[in-house]
């Protein structure tokens, strides 16, 4: 029942960073693990990266050393910087949090990010 919102997708060219944003509301963020995915057209949407509660990050394989995610719980943000994009990045970025128990799973909008060679 969250509210996600996600912010800061552009046409870049590659080489070039960005940072998404995604803005919570209406749940108790600080209990959730909050992710970023990515869906490609034609492709199924995949996991690019994890931030635990905890704090434990999780990167996909083809994300690790150019991207990180990072938490603001104070205001309730959760962001996604990108660097050395490829054009393979383009994608809509979907924001993601979940709590476990009970098992809750909100989503974003989604923003474009698209990456020209």
């Known amino acids: 029942q969250g509210h996600l919102v996600e912010s800061g997708g552009a046409l870049v060219q590659a080489g070039e960073s960005l940072t998404l944003s995604c803005a919570a509301s209406?749940?108790?963020?600080?209990?959730?693990?909050v992710s970023w995915f990515r869906q490609a057209p034609g492709k199924e949407r995949e996991l690019v990266a994890t931030k635990l509660r905890g704090g434990d990050t999780i990167y996909d394989d083809s994300v690790k050393g150019r991207f990180t995610i990072s938490r603001d719980n104070d205001k309730r943000t959760v962001f996604l910087q990108m660097n050395n994009l490829k054009p393979e990045d383009t994608a809509v970025y979907y924001c993601?949090?979940?709590?476990?128990?009970?098992?809750?799973?909100?989503w974003g909008q989604g923003t474009q990010v698209t990456v020209s060679s």
């Open positions: 209406g749940f108790t963020f600080e209990n959730y693990h």
């Open positions: 993601n949090a979940v709590q476990l128990f009970p098992r809750v799973d909100s």
